[in-house]
């Protein structure tokens, strides 16, 4: 079984930094692309940033500049930085992960349960 477990969020001012991470964990053979997603209450599921196994990355235009994606291959672990944060940028946030499962040998999507950012003064 393959797990996306999420880390960080919480409750911050305008201005403010936060980091969130997600770690695969179980059954994982290998992890191509990984990506952060959010999501407000009412409205689809949009990409933030994604980042390839090369190390490619893209961002969507209304965070780019202030947040930064990275990962950690040996780890499997996928990290979102997040500087200047705005109240516009309060969302439920979801890690996903192209994952290779070591005992089925195949490719699937992979979805971490969430984790909940709120800016506000």
């Known amino acids: 079984q393959v797990q996306l477990m999420e880390s960080g969020g919480g409750l911050v001012e305008p201005g403010d930094s936060l980091s969130l991470s997600c770690a695969g964990a179980?059954?994982?053979?290998?992890?191509?692309?990984m990506a952060w997603y959010r999501q407000v209450p009412g409205t689809q599921r949009e990409m933030v940033a994604s980042?390839?196994?090369?190390?490619?990355?893209w961002y969507t235009e209304s965070v780019e500049g202030r947040f930064t994606v990275s990962r950690d291959n040996a780890k499997n672990i996928v990290y979102l930085r997040m500087n200047s944060l705005k109240p516009e940028d309060t969302a439920e946030y979801y890690c996903?992960?192209?994952?290779?499962?070591?005992?089925?040998?195949?490719?699937?999507?992979?979805w971490g349960q969430g984790t909940q950012v709120a800016v506000s003064s």
């Open positions: 996903y992960a192209r994952v290779l499962d070591s005992l089925k040998w195949t490719w699937g999507d992979y």
């Open positions: 980042i390839s196994l090369a190390g490619i990355t």
């Open positions: 179980g059954d994982v053979a290998k992890i191509g692309d």
